[in-house]
């Protein structure tokens, strides 16, 4: 009967090494989870929506998906079959893969979308959009050498070696969100007018959610920054780093699903009766007009326009597919 091999000592500090990464897993999940709930809610509440928009939702929840499968997967390589050996909690598995690949996927996704909205709210503002996109595309790359890397290298110890990819991956997509979130509030807030109370209520719901939505993706990405140089000597980072990527896609959903709040919002001021804030163009039968909060580009110092309407056939939805200009008169 051949012998046992040696069994290593379980250090002092393991929970250094298996905390970040059960915690990471969890959290994930957990955040999949609300993505799946937001996915429900946007196809039952918008199924006017673009094709295309319905096709970005569909490709992110497959996207997030594979991910949460291959981080199971994981979990299941370091605490499943490799239990009770602590040399195994070094090695990355399939993680190189799924976490910062993946995460470069879907946050290059969202935020080239954040890139076109820009475009569509201001056209002067291209050059705007590609800074955005450039640093978007910068750290999709750095992550991409990163996971390689890492791969590569076999260890979690090993991930300080390329740390210049993590710098690309990390600071790249932290400048992405605060450019994103600026200009997005610039731009809206320019859109203010004296006169029209709602209109400024509308804007500014729109404000604080881009504002705080763009501002927890850069502030999750500058953290794992800030624990992968403080802690060197042991994998806290892979924690934040795990659910970076559903930040993005819940933050991409929330930007959808808001429209419900804003019609909610409208209804509580105009009374009873199918109101609401809308984007689609005044047909005959409708008694106002329209939010071109959405559109296929608005030239250079055309004012924003934000009108209620009151529709007996249908309801006050906020499509992102029917998207007009407005010019000074409207």
């Not at 996207?63 to 370091?78: G, K, M, N, P, R």
């Not at 993946?102 to 979308?113: F, K, N, R, T």
């Not at 807030?189 to 939505?213: F, S, Y």
Request: aromatic share 10%; proline share 5%.
């Amino acid at each position: 009967m051949s012998a046992l091999p040696p069994v290593i000592p379980i250090p002092p500090n393991i929970e250094s090494v298996t905390a970040p990464l059960l915690l990471g897993a969890l959290f994930d999940y957990a955040l999949y989870g609300v993505l799946s709930l937001q996915i429900y809610i946007y196809f039952l509440s918008f199924p006017d929506d673009r094709p295309a928009i319905k096709w970005l939702v569909r490709v992110i929840y497959v996207l997030e998906t594979v991910q949460v499968c291959l981080s199971a997967a994981d979990i299941y390589f370091w605490f499943g079959t490799g239990y009770g050996n602590v040399l195994q909690l070094d090695k990355p598995h399939i993680s190189p893969f799924d976490t910062p690949i993946m995460c470069a996927v879907v946050s290059l996704i969202v935020q080239l979308w954040f890139c076109y909205r820009i475009w569509i709210l201001d056209n002067s503002m291209v050059w705007v959009s590609g800074i955005i996109a450039s640093c978007s595309l910068t750290q999709a790359i750095g992550a991409i050498i990163g996971g390689a890397k890492g791969h590569i290298a076999g260890r979690f110890s090993e991930a300080h070696s390329f740390i210049w990819a993590v710098y690309i991956w990390l600071i790249g997509s932290a400048v992405a969100d605060v450019i994103i979130a600026g200009t997005m509030a610039y731009l809206l807030l320019r859109a203010r007018t004296d006169n029209q109370k709602h209109t400024n209520t509308v804007l500014m719901r729109l404000v604080r959610l881009i504002v705080e939505t763009n501002s927890l993706t850069a502030g999750m990405a500058i953290f794992a920054l800030i624990i992968f140089l403080a802690a060197p000597n042991n994998n806290w980072f892979t924690c934040p780093t795990m659910v970076i990527s559903k930040l993005y896609s819940n933050t991409l959903l929330v930007s959808f699903n808001n429209r419900i709040f804003l019609r909610v919002g409208d209804n509580s001021q105009h009374g009873s009766g199918r109101s609401g804030v809308s984007a689609r163009v005044p047909q005959s039968h409708s008694s106002g007009s329209v939010v071109p909060i959405n559109g296929r580009g608005r030239p250079a110092g055309e004012p924003y326009k934000i009108h209620t309407f009151r529709d007996s056939e249908s309801g006050g939805d906020l499509h992102l597919d029917d998207i007009q200009h407005h010019g000074s008169k409207a």
